[in-house]
T-cell receptor
């Protein structure tokens, strides 16, 4: 039962470096989401996708880009990392977007020095 | 603005009962979720309320009052493994989840 899988689990970047976080789900879910979780704050939505080939901005999209070329994968890119992007990133998926439960991956801990 | 409020931290004793409150002010309401998150792990779904009243699921129950913008999660017969953060989230008029900062529950023997 893989569910939602995120890679990598940990990463340290220097300011200005780029990286891509990969999220894969095997539940045939239409919707996928990227969140960040910071101490003392609720999960904040970065970007989301309502189906293959679609993406949309969430609450905090600046500095991030996403792609959903295949239904099962949702990629989050940081083109030029900044210390403010130090966070724990969670990917989630849901069957649809109105009543469905969101299922989360184990998270990626990213530090930007 | 949209806001979800929950206590930052609570402490309870093994075997006891604890109630974690959540109040919300959101643009629209399309359901309220409770998730459990152990330290360093992913949030996992606990309960969903869309109508007023109590939903019971084993040792866990969740209550909703839409008129008061209020929910609580009730945990009975507390076990050490219940030590975790409990996240309240509301689905707003755009069907986006708005998340509270979470309540860290510490269980003492």
């Amino acid at each position: 039962n893989a569910g939602v899988t995120q890679t990598p689990k940990f990463r340290v970047l220097k300011t200005g470096q780029s990286m891509t976080l990969l999220c894969a789900q095997d539940m045939n879910h239409e919707y996928m989401y990227w969140y960040r979780q910071d101490p003392g704050m609720g999960l904040r939505l970065i970007h989301y996708s309502v189906g293959e080939g679609t993406t949309a901005k969430g609450e905090v999209p600046d500095g991030y880009n996403v792609s959903r070329l295949k239904k099962q994968n949702f990629l989050l890119g940081l083109e030029s990392a900044a210390p403010s992007q130090t966070s724990v990133y969670f990917c989630a998926s849901s069957l649809e977007g109105t009543v469905s439960i969101q299922y989360f991956g184990a998270g990626t801990r990213l530090s930007v020095l | 603005g949209q806001n979800i409020d929950q206590p930052t931290e609570m402490t309870a004793t093994e075997g006891a009962i604890v109630q974690i409150n959540c109040t919300y002010q959101t643009s629209g309401f399309n359901g309220l979720f409770w998730y459990q998150q152990h330290a360093g792990e992913a949030p996992t779904f606990l309960s969903y309320n869309v109508l007023d009243g109590l939903e019971e699921k084993g040792r866990f129950s969740s209550f909703l009052s839409r008129s008061k913008g209020y929910s609580y999660l009730l945990l009975k017969e507390l076990q050490m493994k219940d030590s975790a953060s409990y996240l309240c989230a509301v689905r707003d008029s755009n069907y986006q989840l708005i998340w509270g900062a979470g309540t860290k529950l510490i269980i003492k023997p």
